[in-house]
């Protein structure tokens, strides 16, 4: 249970959750329990319908992430991952510190043998009415050549198998449509994503088509540019709101529609939720969780960096 | 005159930005001279109120800068930076080729001394009303951290006495609030911009507030971020313009309402204007102009790197 609305916003959220969710799922509750007891009960739904595995312990938005995933053995997040690595839980999503959440991802579950750097993405809306794919979105801010090309074949493998887009277009966020545009670092990861045989690579899209999906469904860029751009989108959809300017394409960039930034090229589905996520926002997480473990992403993704 | 509906949208800019410059500035326009008086006559404009030099060769769009710049010696812009370059006229604007508007930027009127790269800005609008500025845009995709740190001294000079806002706020572009966050190049520009005394730097600024105001008034990044968020925005706007999603905020992110990129850090005002400018865009652009003459930018800029 974490997030800035915790536990409350997370229990709610999962009972939500059990609507949309197949028969076959079952949702593991990590926290207090008698917390999560009471929050349901007052929901009026049956604890049977969860398993809850109570801890004792909170990593706050404070700690040292690395040393909090440790000293607090008993946190939702180090038991959450304990779980994972050792195959009781299919995948495992929390709203608390991403920090944690990012160590979990590197040292418990580890990254996928062959992959240099995982990464986080963010689905964005697009005016074509399906998403677009944009990684990495805050975790590797330096990104080597070689690590932006595999961001390439890592997404058109999730815009594929999780988000159902056949033959993804994968592009790299430029500043010009022209080969020859942009700064060292993505003049070369374009010539190594041209040279990948096992995606569709269409070449440079601009910030101003990242919304349009005229060019490209899964946009490959550094950490430091993608962040900017969700936190730019998050910023321009909050000016929107307070302005009341009201359009669906500009409610589909509401985060709490956006189900969580899932942690690609690790060892195990991970999704990381927004601090401040809602019920709904919690819902939308561990909807997105399923489709990940449904969709066999990790195995997909282990085998095509098995070579 | 240049831009895609060159003469004509630029005689026409002319003409409208007569009523709101001061009547001691006098508009030079550089062109065909028999296109510009039938568009003059055409508006029922005096010829007399504009000093027209002939010019018979065009830069294309296609054409390369800085070998056009040489080889079209009576093109506008190449006429226009020679009368600019020897102080025939105080500042030069045009929606024509970018690139060989930085050629006569850089190799004729010349990089400000102490200035280690000169750099492209453009104007945001704010939620609180009024602008920021957003720089570098576009020109240098790799700065080095004394590059964005200088930037922060020129935006904030420009900040001041172009805009009229009194002790701007300087922040560097960033991945989060903490002093700790970003890549290696936005750590490093952040301890020198902290060191530089004559700005008021108030730290990182996020995505998210880039266009809320609530953070800075001068936002420092690097060309390829920068290019990003502006085009993003321009993105963002034509969306809107689409989906009929109307306000005000959204009409002051229309390029035709910004007037154009100023080139800062050269020893003469240039601004460049969009290449697919209105009448009214070429009117700002114009009225840009004079403004940046009238603030005696360029004298400011260089007693600041005197030393």
Redo the contacts between chains.
Sequence with gaps: MGGDFAPEAAVKGAVMALETIGAESRIVLFGDERQIRTILESEGCPTERFDIVATTEVIEMGDHPAKAFQSKADSSITVGFGYLAKGAIDGFASAGSTGAMMVGSMYAVKPIEGVIRPTISSTVPT?SGRPALLLDV?LN??CRPEVLAQYGLIGSIYAESVLGIENPRVAV?N?GEEEAK???Q?KAAHELLKAEPRIRFVGNV???????GKVADVIVC????G??????????Y???R??E???P??SAMNYENVGGTPVLGVNAPVIIGHGCSTPLAIKNMIRSTEQVIKAGLTEKLRRAFQN
């Design positions: 005016v805050g801010v330096d966020l500043i942009g700064n060292a993505v601009e910030g101003s088509h990242i919304f349009s550094d950490g430091f540019v962040n900017t751009v969700l936190k730019m989108a998050e910023g321009l909050r000016i929107n307070a302005l300017v009201k359009h394409f500009w």
